[in-house]
């Protein structure tokens, strides 16, 4: 049984939050002409191809589901939609220092891994003026260029509106500027399906489950398998820089926390051991045996141990952190130093001290089906770090003493997930829902929205 902690409000001396439960306006046809022209121009001297599979004589209103690797996976899908209107799911850090401009623009504004009924609403609303609705269900950049997590809402969205479906799947977009080297680009060929993969009676006709694997096989990418099958090779000195980011644990003595990386090198602080990323995606130890040839399967072999010890009942994570909220857009809330704690029985636990009063946020492990994390995060300081979200706030947190730890913490939380959800009772449209303890549809339940940037 999960403990019952109350939550504390931060006393903020303007109470005001910015109000995501509103719908968003229908976007002026002259805005979509613009951003097909700036895009169009941003990626004039890139070289890419969007390809449209079995789109014949499809109009609007349809949802359109992609992954997400980096900020111009946007560009490619403007391309791909011109000159339908398309309304997009954005993450709250989107609108900084811009709510209007991603309000005129038509965007939906939420908070990552909430309950947001409104979305929901929002959604129907933009589809029922027969428009296009685009939304990244995975929710994150990808961390290692492989399918990540997708909630069975999805699925329970899709029925629930009887409009066509397109997955929009990007290739090369995490070669060309991966999530934990995003600044520096590599020169890589970039490709962009759209497929149908849905139409209004296949909905009619399927269950829940059924179109979730639909949608799940249609979004399964691999981007080093991609690189080596196109024979594609990236010479950039600098292209292992920053890959320990994710790859956080050493292979050969397991310690956590303790690699870096330099040029085309990932290596162990901790016991000397180097591999090189070669040109072609592999990897390949300098000395001894290579235990992963791979970058997707190092990651999935990390989340193995996670799993293993939330399962165990061994995980649990505590450090001092400095905390800036987001409870409007124009500027992040320094709320200073706070307490983070993370057990498998608690879920996220944030303590401090701000404006003379103490607060407490806490979100139950089935409140939380996966993190928000950031690497070198430009927008506060240039560190990693996590994000924590309410309904109505978002607590970005920086480490004090504990380093190179947020994908871990994002494992740990699917992972803690994921077995709360093993033992959930049945839920029913008449009971109180066991994920957010209110009374509503669980086919109302909210999915990820796309990260603006």
């Known amino acids: 049984m999960m403990n019952n902690i109350t939550n504390v409000e931060v006393n903020y001396k303007n109470k005001k939050k910015y109000k995501t439960a509103k719908y968003p306006i229908r976007q002026p046809i002259y805005l979509t002409w613009l951003i097909w022209v700036l895009s169009f121009f941003a990626l004039l001297f890139k070289k890419h191809k969007v390809e449209r599979v ?17 900020f111009i996976d946007f560009e490619l899908a403007a ?40 979305l929901v609403k929002s959604i129907r609303k933009v589809l029922e003026r ?58 890589v060929p970039l490709h962009t399906t759209l497929t149908k993969i849905l139409t209004h009676e296949d909905i009619e006709n399927m269950s829940v489950d059924e179109i979730n694997d639909r949608i799940r096989e249609a979004l399964t990418y691999n981007e080093y398998a991609y690189q080596q099958e196109r024979g594609i090779l990236i010479k ?22 303790k690699m870096s990386s330099k040029g085309a090198e990932i290596f162990c602080e901790e016991c000397g051991k180097r591999w090189i990323l070669n040109e072609n995606g592999s990897i390949t130890a300098v000395e001894g045996v290579t235990e992963f040839s791979s970058v ?14 939330v399962e165990s009942g061994k995980y649990s994570f505590t450090d001092e952190v400095d905390v800036f909220s987001m409870p409007r857009c124009w500027k992040f809330e320094k709320l200073g130093e706070a307490r ?42 240039r560190d990693d770090c996590i994000d924590v979200s309410t309904e109505d706030d978002s607590f970005y947190c920086y480490f004090k003493t504990k380093k190179n730890v947020v994908t871990k913490l994002a494992f740990a939380t699917e992972a803690i997930f994921h077995k709360h959800m093993r033992d959930k009772r049945p839920c029913s449209k008449d009971a109180a829902c066991h994920i957010c303890a209110e009374h509503h549809p669980c086919d109302m339940l909210t999915v990820g929205s796309k990260n603006q940037g």
């Open 54 to 70: 079995n789109m014949e004589g499809l109009k609007p209103p349809y949802m359109m589901l992609s992954n997400h690797m980096s």
């Open 340 to 381: 983070l704690t993370h057990d498998a029985e608690r879920g996220f636990v944030i303590e401090g001290h701000y404006n003379g009063a103490d607060y407490r946020v806490h979100r139950n492990p089935l409140q939380t089906n996966s993190l928000h994390v950031e690497y070198d995060w430009f927008r506060i300081r």
């Open 79 to 118: 391309l791909g939609t011109y000159p339908h209107r398309i309304n997009n799911v954005v993450n709250i850090d989107g609108y900084y220092q811009r709510p209007w401009l991603m309000e005129w623009i038509g965007a939906i504004c939420t908070r990552k891994f909430t309950m947001d009924l409104h």
């Open 296 to 309: 997707p399967d190092w990651f999935e072999w990390e989340r193995e141990q996670v799993t293993a010890e």
């Open 130 to 187: 027969g428009d296009v609705l685009c939304m990244y269900p995975e929710a994150r950049y990808s961390p290692a260029g492989i399918t990540s997590y997708i909630p069975e809402s999805v699925g329970m969205l899709v029925k629930r509106n009887k409009v066509p479906v397109v997955a929009v799947v990007h290739r090369g977009n995490y070669l060309h500027s991966p999530f934990w080297d995003f600044r520096r680009k590599r020169k």
């Open 236 to 257: 950039e000195p600098f292209r292992a820089e920053g890959l320990h980011k994710i790859l956080y644990q050493c292979p050969h003595c397991l310690t956590e926390s």
